[in-house]
């Protein structure tokens, strides 16, 4: 009776060992699956980081055209104002307004 007991006992602690390495190596692969996803997300990560950062770098490269072009558009408005000011076919409004000012005075 008692070694019957006895085997019962150890094939109950045999079986509770056997259910319990289940249960680990199923934590261990569950821990595995995490640690790998943490993985693929630290570098999801590192590649959004990149990836903002080459924007932002095009984006300064971007402004710094824009600046540049608005700059040389500016340059080209004022050489343009210059040309009219000093075309004859163009400053007919000054003889126009020197016409209307002389006109003026006499009255």
């Known amino acids: 009776q008692q070694q019957q007991q006895q085997q019962h006992l150890q094939l109950a602690d045999k079986t509770e060992l056997t259910d319990a390495?289940?249960?680990l190596t199923e934590l261990e692969k569950r821990f595995a699956d995490m640690k790998q996803q943490?993985?693929?997300?630290?570098?999801?990560?590192?590649?959004t980081?990149?990836?903002l950062t080459d924007r932002t770098s095009e984006l300064v490269h971007t402004n710094l055209e824009l600046a540049d072009?608005?700059?040389?558009?500016?340059k080209l408005e004022s050489?343009?104002?210059?040309?009219?000011?000093t075309n004859p076919k163009t400053v007919w409004w000054k003889?126009?307004?020197?016409?209307?000012?002389?006109?003026?005075?006499?009255?």
């Not at 072009?69 to 500016?74: D, G, M, N, S």
């Not at 050489?79 to 000011?85: A, N, P």
């Not at 003889?95 to 009255?107: C, G, I």
């Open 49 to 51: 980081k990149q990836n």
């Open 21 to 23: 390495k289940i249960r």
């Open 69 to 74: 072009t608005q700059l040389r558009l500016a």
């Open 38 to 47: 943490l993985e693929d997300t630290k570098q999801d990560l590192t590649d």
């Open 79 to 85: 050489e343009f104002l210059k040309l009219q000011m």
């Open 95 to 107: 003889r126009r307004a020197s016409t209307y000012t002389a006109s003026a005075d006499a009255d």
